[in-house]
């Protein structure tokens, strides 16, 4: 049986741990939506990572961080000018010229 379950029921065993509140999430939330606000901010090493950050400012991972729409769509415009200003790969035609 769950610790909340046993300690919710007065359970013995549910006094051999630590009390389990709904609260106790918070922190791992927190942790998640920083690392997500990280991850939009940083310079993207590939245009797949630029793809997520496409994906995830239009399913609003930002939503519930500091960060505004437009901070996100100017890291995402920094990376692609990036990417043009430096492009990795070129054609065999250009190469050869």
């Known amino acids: ?3 909340r379950s046993a300690q919710l029921a007065g359970l013995p065993e549910g006094g051999n741990h630590q009390r389990a509140e709904n609260w106790h999430w918070h922190p791992i939330i ?3 939506r920083k690392a997500i606000a990280e991850l ?3 310079p993207a090493s590939t245009l797949l990572n630029v793809a997520w950050k ?5 399913a609003e991972e930002h939503k ?3 960060l505004s729409s437009e901070r996100v769509e100017a890291a995402i415009a920094r990376d692609l000018k990036f ?3 430096h492009p990795t ?3 065999r ?3 050869s010229a």
Do not use: C, N, V
């Open 1 to 3: 049986m769950p610790t």
């Open 83 to 85: 990417f043009a200003d």
């Open 89 to 91: 790969r070129r054609k």
């Open 54 to 58: 496409q994906k995830a400012l239009a």
């Open 93 to 95: 035609k250009e190469r």
């Open 64 to 66: 519930y961080t500091d």
């Open 30 to 32: 927190d942790s998640y």
């Open 40 to 42: 939009l901010l940083t």
